[in-house]
Every structure is written in C-alpha cells, then in structure tokens.
C-alpha cells in the first residue's frame, strides 16, 4: 500500500471517483469536501500527500494551503484544480505547493506528480 | 459596453466557464473509471469489448475538446479584465478565429487563421480588438455562399496588421460594397477608429479578394 493520499473538492463526485482510480492503483485515499474538513483530517492523521482544489465555499484552498504548510509542513501539497491563472500557480508554490495541475487532469500526470511527491518524503 | 457591464460579463463567463470545468473533470474521471476497469478485465471474455473501449475514447476525445473551447472561453472572459493592455495580436487572432469558426461554418465558410512565429506586441483591448474582427468576419460571410476566409497576422514594416483572404463559391464573388451597406460593417468602422485600425480592400473584377487591416498606433 502507498502513502495515504488525501483529496479535497468540493465537488463529491470527482473526489469519490478520483480517489477510486487512485485506490485501483494501490493507494489508501480519504477525501474531504471542504477547507475546514480538510484540516481536521489532517491534524494528527497519516496523509503524507495533498491533491488540493483551490475555489471551494468557505475556506478555499489557499487558506488550507497556508495553514496546512504550518501544522504539517512534511505534507506533500499537490493542487488539482479548474481555475487559476499563472500567477495563482506562483503565488500557490510560494506557499509551498510542490505541483500544480489542470483540472480535467491526465491520471499519469497525476500519478507522476505523486510519485514525485512520494520521492521528496522518503527520508535520505 | 460600458467598463462595469463589461466586468460583470467577464466575472459571469469566468465562473461559468469554471463550473463546466468541474462537470467536464467529472466526466473524465468517471469515464476513466470505466476506462481502469476494463483494462482490469483485459483478459476475461467480455462481450462487446470493443464497443465499449470505442465509448470511452469517443468521451475522451470530447473532454479534450471541451476543455479546449471552455479555456478559450475563458480567456476571452479575462480579457475584460484589463481595459488596456500589451496584447500579441497572433493571440487576438488564434482566438478569435477559435471563437468565430462555427459561426463560419455555419454559413459554410471555413474560417482559418494563420499566425506569425514572433510575438506582435500591441498596446490595447483584447476584448475590443476579438470584437472588431467578430464584426468584420459576420459581415463577410453575411455576403458569402459558402467558401474560405483566412486571416493572416502581418508585420510589414513594423506596421502591425492583418490581412483577410476572401474565396467565395458564388460565381459573381463578394463585393466591397455588399460589405459595406451591412450594418455590421457600420459597427466595425466605430470601432475600427477606436482601436485606430486602417482597413484597404483588394479587389479583382470587381470581386472583392482581400482586406488589410493595419494597426496603425495605440488605442485612442
């Protein structure tokens, strides 16, 4: 089994059909629908890997982003999400994001990102 | 438009455009679903295997192509966004032609774009700018019975411009002014003096062949 990868999107049904695919392919994945959810999943749980969306109601991603960064700062931050301009993408990796995605995504480049992802928690 | 109605516009079409990117993210996943289990079942017996397979590279296809045209749309949203701004007017071609080319089609004119390798760096709106060249390609292919248009991105010498080639199936050909008397044509030339474009037309027995449109300076 791999990491534990956690997805967070509002919108239920990619998450839930996401993280099937993900588990298809030997991953142990939770998901959550919301900012606030998110991170009290993420306090003291065991996801090592982040598969963000950024335009969420209430908190949106780069609010968890940010606090994400400073309660877990071993966690791996990937954001997946429809909406963003260049500028979004240097603003969210001055925050720490290590990959940012399209959304609709290819599941390879998706699987890239994590494995990359799953190289830097590997201790040297 | 006015400068709000203009933003409500574009902050309206961008949150649109958002939202048929999550159903088409739905989709893509849903259909890669299907896509992952029948790979699991590679060498079970499965009836109508390959009907199956076909579906699913069918809706893949049209996630490409939707993507595609929400993001152009997309684009075209911002592009309110700053009144006045360097814009490459290969990209104001690339997608207007994007955005126009059912609109052509429709009348059955193709409708094709050809851009430059360099950038062509020009001071003014975007939004402005995709509108005039919609207004003038209306107007065209109002006057057409089917045929091509091709707008090519000029640089000649240092002027900004470009250049529409006209091929109509019609016997007698499109005539300047059958374009002109059209109200759209009207619409382009306030705008034309806006945005201080200088068109020239081209004629061949008294059809008309070409249209040059020169971006002489900066937006007035």
């Known amino acids: 089994m791999g990491v534990e990868i956690l997805i967070v999107d509002d919108e239920v049904e990619f998450a839930e059909t996401f993280a099937e695919r993900l588990q298809l392919r030997g991953f142990s994945v939770r998901t959550a629908c919301g900012g606030e959810e998110a991170l009290q999943m993420i ?12 335009k969420m109601p209430g908190m949106d991603g780069m609010e968890v982003l940010r606090r994400v960064k400073k309660i877990r700062p071993d966690v791996e931050v990937i954001i997946l999400s429809g ?38 928690l590997k201790p040297i | ?27 893509n996943e849903t259909n890669g679903l299907t896509a992952d289990l029948l790979g699991m079942l590679k060498d079970a017996p499965f009836p109508y295997r390959e009907k199956f397979e076909r579906s699913v590279r069918k809706i893949e296809e049209q996630v490409h192509r939707g993507v595609e045209i929400t993001s152009r749309f997309n684009s075209f949203a911002h ?9 490459d007017l290969n990209s104001i071609v690339a997608q207007t032609v994007s955005m126009a080319y059912r609109l052509a089609a429709l009348r059955n004119v193709e409708l094709r774009g050809a851009v430059r390798e360099n950038p062509i760096m020009l001071f ?59 109200e759209e044509w009207g619409d382009f030339q306030e705008l ?29």
């Open chain 2, 1 to 27: 438009m006015k400068t709000n109605e203009l933003a409500f516009f574009g902050k309206m079409a961008a949150s649109v455009t958002h939202e048929l990117k999550n159903v088409l993210a739905v989709i």
């Open chain 2, 79 to 87: 592009s309110v966004d700053y009144p006045l701004a360097d814009v």
């Open chain 1, 43 to 54: 306090e003291g749980g065991e996801a090592k890997i982040i598969v963000l969306d950024l």
């Open chain 2, 124 to 182: 003014t709106s975007a939004f402005t700018a995709q509108m005039a060249l919609t207004i003038v390609i209306e107007a065209f292919i109002k006057c057409m019975d089917g045929g091509s248009i091709l707008i090519k991105v000029t640089d000649d010498p240092g002027v900004p411009g470009l250049e529409f080639d006209f091929e109509s199936h019609s016997p007698e050909g499109v005539t300047k002014e059958a374009v002109v008397e059209l």
């Open chain 1, 83 to 120: 909406h963003g301009s260049e500028m979004d993408e240097s603003y969210v990796r001055n925050l720490g994001a290590f990959a940012y995605l399209r959304k609709p995504a290819d599941i390879g480049d998706v699987l890239e990102a994590v494995k990359r992802a799953e190289n830097r």
């Open chain 2, 192 to 220: 034309a003096s806006v945005l201080d474009i200088h068109p020239t037309w081209r004629t061949s027995d008294g059809g008309l062949t070409a249209l040059s449109l020169a971006f002489n300076g900066v937006m007035k």
